[in-house]
């Protein structure tokens, strides 16, 4: 029986951009139920598992929001310095995961014996603990950009009501929205009951706080359940006149400004009659679970074994159905397509499918079928990591634009793509696609020129040779893959160079080893793939 244990909503209003004070409504922090004492429900062996650390991996989705125009960047906080065109939302997302997961490497590599624990714990009559390692890690399960304007801006007194028609898989993967808040100072926010989450920022820091919040942890700064956490709210009578002018939850870092004055030293006693509370090193905390620059920092953030303890037993109590893995021997495996959607529900022009919307892979193939299930393009094992597959319209002898391969504007196609990691464990998905009308290719975007683009291939059909020649728009090393569909004959690595760029590459290969009928030629550049079909007679 699964029975949940409490249901709030937690904030976190750190203040990544510098010192901002964290002022939320009182209902706003955790408002708790009282712990019923139920027998737990458990799929592993919690203190097995935080004894010997054993990574387990839990399926996080990330989802970001354009206009209602499907235009525009991806909403984030203003200040955001990352590349936030559409193109790189998949790529956001995967450094997002990773990064989280570096985060708690982080953690658990800390040997320094003064650091490496919660600090100031004694100053505070609070038990010292010892260094803890966090087995919690992420795995990429898709990645997604909605177009909805309302969902750019996200309010804090929101709930996740707001995003419901985005969530995805919401019993089995925990779910991220990426947006902006527009009121507070908060920049995320977390339901331990749906297990959702909001993010304004791409840091792991945040990102691991509100995950802590879905395992269930509280902030320090108010009961949290924990004997071994000290509550690190302050309060700071700057007047010495007997009263305390200023609160607040918790100190961010040891140099606070006075924040309705910003800019004036707080911890001067010439500016004030006694120092701001933070000043004093030991109201400092690295707990990851309270509005502290140290527990946002991986070098130097820590959990307690009370809040390891809770938030495990959350894990295997109640999101067992989340855990993609423990202890597995290679990191799960994700098959994942990227889009980015238009208003029509088309794809856009060129169709782009963002393969590294995908986790862990090492090897990977794609496969796109018609209507009637016919196999019509092949991409064979490639050896990398999964990036870009374009299908780019091109000119065709009489002048017209057109798709490659035989595809055609408004039929509905689908693409299939497997995925394996180096344990050789795989993972397929798949999605449904239309084609618009083809494009010029002076219409695309600049911020998404394809690294490669195919020009042509000469003579198709062919009988001894052929002569490919293909635009780089990158540096990029070139591998050029061959295979026969249809008898499943793979001809391997056909062509191979290293730092090609420029316009108009020219690759001649002999079809002396080739098989006659359709052969499909995979030509790689970086990890972007184009794949083109032609006969050999
Ligand atoms: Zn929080």
Redesign the pocket.
Known sequence: MKIILFSFL???CSAVFGQVPCELSPEMEASFTEEIPIPLDLCFDISDLIDNCTPVYIRVNIHFFLDNDCDGNLATHPDITENLSPYNAFALAEDLVDNANEFFDKVNANTNPILDHQWNSEHHNTPVTSHQCIPVRYVLGGAYIHCSSVNQDVELTEEFDYFDNYAINPLTEVNVYVSNFITGDGN???DNGSNQVCVENFTSGLFN??L??VFNLA?TFIYDRCDDTWIDSWRWDRDCNGTFETTGKACWWEHPDYPPLSGIDACDINNFCQPHPCCDWKNISNNL?T?SSYGYNGDYSALTPCQLNLMITDISDQMCDYVAAIDPDCPPVNSNIGVIPTTTGDMQCPACFYLNASDNENKYSVTIMNSSGSRIIESGVINSEAGKYCITPRTNKDGQLEWPNGLVAGQTYTIKLKVFNSCEESDESQLNFTLPYPCALYEQDPNDVPDIEMVTINPNPATGNITVKFNLNKNEDVIMYGLHPSNNTVYGIVYQNYHMSGDNQTVQLSLSQWASGYNSLVVRAGNDILIENFIKL
């Open positions: 937690l904030l976190s995320g926010f977390a706080h509100e802590g919040h902030h679970m509005y």
